[in-house]
C-alpha cells in the first residue's frame, strides 16, 4: 500500500518562498514518478509538476514555470517542490500523488495521493 504525506504548507506573503515535501512510503520509490497537483476553492484539480523515476526530466505546467522546482530523493523517499516568487494565484491545497506512467500531467494517470497541505499566499 501505498502512502504518501505532504509537510511544509503554511502562510506567506507575496514573492516569498516556500518548499513543500512529500514523504513516500512505497516498496520501490524509484519505479515511480512523483507528481504534484494543486486545487483552489472552486476550482477543479489541475497539474504543477512531475519528475521522473530518476529525477533527470521534469514537466511544468506554465504558469508556474520558472518559479517552480520539482525534484527528489530516491534515498529519502521523498519528493520536493520548491516555491519561489509566490503569488495570491497559487493560493491551493497542494497534492502529492505516485504513478508508474513517467511524466503524466493528468490527474487520472496517478493512483496514489496524499492528503494535501494549504498553501496561502497574502497579497
Known amino acids: 500500500q501505498v502512502q504518501l504525506v505532504e509537510s511544509g504548507g503554511g502562510l506567506v506573503q507575496a514573492g516569498g518562498s516556500l518548499r513543500l515535501s512529500c514523504a513516500a512510503s512505497?516498496?520501490?520509490?524509484?519505479?515511480?514518478?512523483m507528481g504534484w497537483f494543486r486545487q483552489a476553492p472552486g476550482k477543479e484539480r489541475e497539474f504543477v509538476a512531475v519528475v521522473n523515476w530518476s529525477g533527470g526530466f521534469t514537466h511544468y505546467a506554465d504558469s508556474v514555470k520558472g518559479r517552480f522546482t520539482i525534484s527528489r530523493d530516491n534515498g529519502k523517499n521523498t519528493a520536493y517542490l520548491e516555491m519561489n516568487s509566490l503569488k495570491p494565484e497559487d493560493t491551493a491545497v497542494y497534492y502529492c500523488?505516485?504513478?508508474?506512467?513517467?511524466?503524466?500531467?493528468?490527474?487520472?494517470?496517478?493512483?496514489?495521493w496524499g492528503q494535501g497541505t494549504q498553501v496561502t499566499v497574502s497579497s
Open positions: 512505497i516498496r520501490a520509490f524509484s519505479n515511480y514518478a
Open positions: 500523488a505516485a504513478t508508474r506512467v513517467q511524466l503524466a500531467s493528468i490527474a487520472s494517470a496517478y493512483d496514489s
